[in-house]
């Protein structure tokens, strides 16, 4: 079957070739219109039940899409008028910025905080500086004891040594653009910020914003990495066709899938190029290896006959093309798996994914050989030197030796205690952000510093609502009565034992101000009513004291659940995990009949529930991916032993891999997870291509060491070539301004450093001392 295939793709290579070429076009029209963009809702999973109750409240208790500004004073605290004024600016500049909530802008120069005071003649409430700015000293002081007797403002919107105050918006999540936001909230801070004031902003989308500023310097790094590839290729191949051909299949490949995923609606996300990359250093790795095979062929032949460029090309293509296939198969059954998640941005991914390690198939296996077959004078060079004599293959004969002497036990030995050893240290493996800050951004990014300054200030940046109420969420009154208003304000002086929940608000901590405030401010009345009623009462004031729709930040209409918002100082995944497991102890030992909570929203509950997911999922994912690779060699090979025989570089490679992201505090997130999935396929293509070659060699009457030392001049320079190229390319994301990138790159250089030793060296020595049946067949003499 293989000889019959290889047999028409020549014979009909110019058709295949214009096939190709009008597929290529067509795909190319289309992706040259995918969008490239962030949606944050595609990063949750939308059937875990904290997004579910993050759905269902959002527009109330605060959604995933808040952007905070911190006005801090360069000398004194924030009351003086310079200072005023630009929070004044900075709170009327926000309604320049599209698809902001106006009702949820919240400032001390805005409508929704005020002062509410109550006198014989009855409540009345005053925003502290809308519509205008206090006028005199006199009305400054006035503003500053006002802001210093309400806990509700100072705290959560002053800080405690009065020299910053917080202004938050929210976002209408159906017409935000990231891009425009991050763009207008940066260029208001911008005019306002001088020698006054130090302007400091976070949130999302300021977050994806800088994701999608550093886009230019992204494809720059990616244009950078294509020219270290070529040189190193046209160094290394001395060939023009060594240098041009992987290069077009990987063009041919990413065409494909970009134009495939528009067509399909899915958009790219300038998070997952580091994938992209992966996928296109397969498409260059097989591609590299026809091209090895292809001037193979050509050695072979003698001079006293004619040079055959087609039969050379059809013989590579011939016996590359079941490993070529298998490592294909390979790859897009590994990534498969990750599809398992219910989080779409990995759902998408997977289709793109496949799609393009598909493509692989075409672009290299197929295309490569077909143009190879044209070559005119396949053994001219383009420059004189050769590396392979200096370099290469005296590193190849190494490899050898080592086989041949008792060096190769050393090799096993070291591969076991490797083993071993990442495997203790891939333990530590955390799950979400393992540091501070926002772990797509270097420590020092402005949004990371930004960050740092208001969470000094504030008790936390970063916030999760809980919902308190009964089990169906539907019984009326529920949050007035006394039992569950206490349960709420226990519930938080619990988790703000946690050192990394700076502070916690509900509706238990307005209801005392309410109280005071209507007995004329006396202090002994900071309490909740004695009873429902009261407490009713109490709401009822408070509302009418309040903007229309400000209580719903802390309960429905109806009283029937409220929220308890808690603010985080980081993201961490330890911090989350932990806040939850202390969610779920309170919960667990509440003695109020009928009242429980609801987790969790916000962006820290959505978070949480990515986290877990990964959490539930990552072993499940890593098991099946294995399960597909042993699967597809048994079929290819038939025999158990080859599945087994080939999990040996996969999970030694993982290994190492998982260990030094614990030793550099890199965590399994979101964007992590589709890397660690390709590099199970990424870890056996290596030695699918060595074990392939020993297989044909021996079966044409080698001997052991024979097969092997041809399998590893031959096969194994196409590895050592790719190996050699691709980490010198993924190395220039070192240089990238997004964290995120720089430690992609560092983990896919360690994955092809670890894939191409373990298939040159561990895998010729496992071969040599168990000789398996599918490779060596039954034990002759040679």
Sequence with gaps: MLEKFALACIKFRKSVLAVVAVLTVIFAYFAQNIEVKTVFDDLMPTSHPYVQIHNEYKNTFGGTNIITFMIEAEEGDIFQMPVLKKVRDLTQGLYKINAINEFQIYSIAGKKLKEVRASTEGIESFPYMWPALPEDEAGIERLREAILRSPLVYGPYVSKDLTATLVTVDFYDNLLEYNRAYKQAYELVDRLDDDTVNISLVGNPVLYGWVNHFLPETMNLVLVAALIFLVLLFLINRTWRGTLLPLLSGAISATWALGAAHMLGIHFDPLVVVVAMLITARAVSHSVQMITRFHEEIDKMTEGHDLSSTEAARL??????????????????????????????????????????????????????????????????????????????????????????????????????????????????????????????????????????????????????????????????????????????????????????????????????????????????????????????????????????????????????????????????????????????????????????????????????????????????????????????????????????????????????????AWQNIGMNINTVPVAALGIGLGVDYALYICDRIQIEYKSGKSHIEAISMSLHCAGRGVLVTALVLIASVAVWLFSSLRFQAEMGMLIGLWLFVSAMSALFLMPALAFIFKPRFLFGEVQSH
């Design 316 to 661: 590579t293509l011939k016996d590359l093309l079941r490993p070529g296939l298998l490592g294909i198969a390979t790859d897009a059954g590994c990534v498969t798996v990750v599809a398992i998640s219910p989080i779409p941005l990995l759902q998408k991914l997977v289709v793109l994914a496949v799609v393009w390690v598909g493509t692989v198939a075409v672009s290299s296996i197929i295309v490569t050989p077909i143009l190879l077959s044209w070559v005119r004078k396949p053994k001219s060079y383009a420059h004189p030197l050769n590396l392979d004599l200096l370099v290469i293959r005296p590193f190849l004969n190494m490899c050898v030796k080592i086989v041949e002497t008792r060096a190769r036990y050393v090799v096993v030995t070291f591969a076991l205690a490797l083993f071993i050893v990442c495997g203790f240290y891939a333990v530590d493996l955390k799950v979400g952000d393992a540091n501070p800050g926002s772990p797509i951004l270097w420590p020092d990014a402005r949004y990371n510093i930004d960050s740092d300054n208001i969470n000094s200030k504030f008790p936390g940046a970063d916030r999760m609502f809980v919902v308190f109420g009964n089990e169906t969420r539907d019984e009326q009154g529920l949050m007035k009565e006394v039992e569950s208003l206490d349960s709420m304000l226990r519930f938080q002086r619990y988790m703000e034992q946690q050192e990394e929940i700076g502070g916690s608000l509900s509706l238990a901590d307005v209801l005392p101000t309410v109280n005071q405030t209507v007995r004329e401010g006396n202090y002994r009345y900071v309490e909740l009513g004695e009873t429902t009623t009261n407490n009713a009462e109490l709401i009822y004031m408070f509302e009418r004291a309040s903007e229309p729709g400000d209580l719903l930040g802390f309960t429905d209409v109806k009283a029937t659940n409220a929220s308890v918002t808690l603010f985080f100082t980081d993201r961490q995944g330890k911090t989350i995990q932990t806040a939850i497991a202390r969610i779920n102890e309170f919960k667990d030992n509440m003695e109020v009949e009928g009242l429980t909570i609801h987790m969790a929203g916000g962006i820290i509950g959505v978070i949480g529930a990515v986290n877990e997911v990964i959490l539930s999922g990552q072993i499940q994912s890593i098991a099946l991916a294995l399960f597909i690779l042993v699967m597809m060699c048994i079929i290819v090979y038939r025999s158990s032993i080859a599945g087994m025989f080939f999990m040996v570089p996969v999970v030694l490679s993982n290994l190492v891999t998982f260990a030094f992201m």
